[in-house]
């Protein structure tokens, strides 16, 4: 089973800053197989990004994806204070899933 | 619009069953693949496993805490997946989201494009 390992644990940004997120992989992972989601406090998850670096429906382009091999990486170039949330990233491999620990980001 | 809802949740006490459902509309409910996650209160997201819609053999996988006692099935003719959980335990305590394969032409769910709202399920005696 592929381990996502997520840093920092938290991300405490003004607003307008840049916050870079971090997804590390035990394995490769086929970058088709990697996505991120953002939960809000007291919401279902909804996906942001797949295939690494494609946005899904709807996502604003201050979030952006990009990664490979056992690196990813989830960008919000200017933070805002509807993205107080927590991200996670998630892969497949071998009719698994799994999900990184995630990584809360905060504003100042 | 593409809707999931759960329900079935509840208390259930230690070595008991339940079982839960997810009724889909706004799409092919039969096109598409459906993955169950959950996530224990406070904690992060875990997946627990998905069923293969008919086109691609309709059989379901399971993550290793619930396998041989987790169950999900699904009736395209209703539009609902089902999770049967069987030997309850309390670290099976979480809220249950169903979520939709984010790709019909896949094999199996490599991303999961819309989510229910989740139920609750709490294992105590």
């Known amino acids: 089973e592929i381990v996502l390992t997520q840093s920092p644990g938290t991300l405490s940004l003004s607003p307008g800053e840049r916050a870079t997120l971090s997804c590390r992989a035990s394995?490769?992972?086929?970058?088709?197989?990697l996505a991120w989601y953002q939960q809000k406090p007291g919401q279902a998850p909804r996906l942001l990004i797949y295939?690494?670096?494609t946005r899904a429906t709807g996502i604003p382009d201050r979030f952006s994806g990009r990664g490979s091999g056992t690196d990813f990486t989830l960008t919000i170039s200017r933070l805002e204070p509807e993205d107080v949330a927590v991200y996670y990233c998630?892969?497949?491999?071998?009719?698994?899933?799994?999900f990184g620990q995630g990584t809360r980001v905060e504003i100042k | 619009e593409v809707q999931l809802v759960e329900s079935g949740g509840g208390l259930v006490q230690p070595g008991r069953s339940l079982k839960l459902s997810c009724i889909g509309s706004?799409?092919?409910?039969?096109?598409?693949?459906m993955t169950w996650v959950r996530q224990a209160p406070g904690k992060g997201l875990e997946w627990v496993g998905f069923?293969?819609?008919?086109?691609?053999?309709?059989?379901?996988e399971y993550a290793a805490s619930v396998k041989g006692r987790f169950t999900i099935s699904r009736d395209d003719s209703q539009t609902i997946a089902y999770l049967q959980m069987d030997s309850l335990q309390s670290e099976d305590t979480a809220v249950y989201y169903c979520?939709?394969?984010?790709?019909?032409?896949?094999?199996?769910?490599?991303?999961?494009?819309?989510w229910g709202q989740g139920t609750l399920v709490t294992v105590s005696s």
């Open positions: 394995q490769s992972v086929s970058i088709t197989y």
């Open positions: 979520t939709r394969g984010g790709d019909r032409n896949s094999w199996d769910p490599y991303f999961f494009d819309y």
């Open positions: 706004g799409f092919t409910f039969g096109d598409y693949a």
């Open positions: 998630q892969q497949y491999g071998s009719s698994v899933s799994t």
């Open positions: 295939g690494a670096s």
């Open positions: 069923i293969r819609s008919k086109n691609y053999g309709g059989a379901a």
